[in-house]
């Protein structure tokens, strides 16, 4: 299961009208395209709360202070599919988040993109139905 | 997608095109029983068809057979393999071609998602089966009015308050009928002699169906998921859902909203689950779907809708913070 873990695509992509109205957020009443963050720190836990997982983690901010961020994520069930565990992202992890920041201004982004500092996206197998994980995540 | 899998190996997979589409649900349960040769259908100690378990109703395949497969009900096996990788890469590939708004829109892919990998096993374009053509009947003058309306009503207000929200963002329920989303599209279902009790992951909304022949409650009484009462009709459970609330709204769909749901297990590992919608109020013609459940892996996760899930309060918090931004 671990050696699936590695990388692929995160964040992106949905081709609208392949698919049904999509009722359960509102992601851009939610999250504020004006306010795109790249967010770079430690992992300092990792909620598993249903509908979404929130990925906590500290963040320098260019003044030396800590600011604790809370980045969204998938549902247990799918990460559980995707391989994923509770040791997949433990505290102390250093990431890369690339998203957009809350629009009521507090500290929290969606997870678009979840990257470990070396480029390697954080995520999980099968990228096409029956290839299991992509060659370069093995 | 094991199950999926699994669910595929179980019910094997048919060309049915010359068969009208009326029948082609009940033909894939009565074939996938034929195919079945050792499999009988297991039953609880009362004996009646046992549906326990949980299920999965994650599939590629649309509700309404898109317009680019208008007329081709369904796909040979290669045409399947060639929509599910082409399908899943427009679901998962990077797309940042819209720009900002465009991406905080689409900024989830099916890492976060559970879309699921394959198409039905039937292959058909559509989960509609009726009409033929895989689509949704039109509305009727009187429900493309309503609709019209409150849609410029939600437009107007729509961070006002939270009940401009829809059903999902505010937690209140992920409706009828059981159709798949995104995500959560797990369903675990229990029986007693009197009753049978379906749990669906998204929402953990609960129904709980009585089967002891009780009529449905006066029309008064209006309840979102409307007041289910359950039958066997041989092997096939039948459930007769009526007094939806007109907030409910199933596309549009008004108090008058009929529900007509049947489940047939279909072998060691697979559902039928098909459904009729009849509102003469909303649309032109009653219209009917069928669409498949696998035997899920696991558990079903308490869904903790608020706690998981702060799109409520960032969406109208994000309204007052912009306005006083102003």
Known sequence: ?138 | MLQQLRGCAVVAVFALSAVPAWCQASAVVAKAKAESKTWTTPRTPDGHPDLQGTWSNTTLTPLERPADLAGKPYLTEQEAAEYEKRTFANLTGDRRDGGADADVARSYNEFWRDRGTKVIASRRTSLVVDPPDGRVPALTPEAQKRVAEAAAVTRAHATDGPEYQNLWVRCITRGLPMLPGPYNNDFQIVQTPDAVVILHEMIHDARVIPLDGRPHLPPGVRQWMGDGRGHWEGDTLVVDTTNFSEKSNFRGSSANLHLTERFTRTGPDTISYEFTVDDPSTFTMPWKAEVPMARAEGEIFEYACHEGNYALTDILRGARAQEAAQ
């Open chain 1, 1 to 138: 299961m671990r050696t699936k873990l590695a990388l692929a695509v995160a964040g992106a992509g949905l081709l609208l009208a392949a698919v049904p109205v999509w009722g359960h957020h509102a992601f851009a009443a939610e999250f504020d395209a004006k306010k795109p963050v790249k967010l770079q720190g430690k992992v300092t836990k990792m909620e598993w709360i249903n509908p979404h997982a929130w990925i906590h983690l500290d963040v320098k901010n260019a003044d030396g202070t800590m600011t604790n961020w809370m980045v969204e994520g998938g549902t247990p069930n799918t990460l559980l599919r995707r391989g994923f565990t509770k040791d997949s992202l433990l505290p102390g992890t250093e990431i890369v988040v690339d998203g957009y920041q809350a629009k009521d201004g507090s500290f929290r982004a969606n997870g678009r993109d979840v990257t470990f500092p070396d480029g390697r996206k954080l995520f999980i197998g099968n990228q096409s139905p029956g290839e299991g994980a992509p060659e370069s995540s093995k």
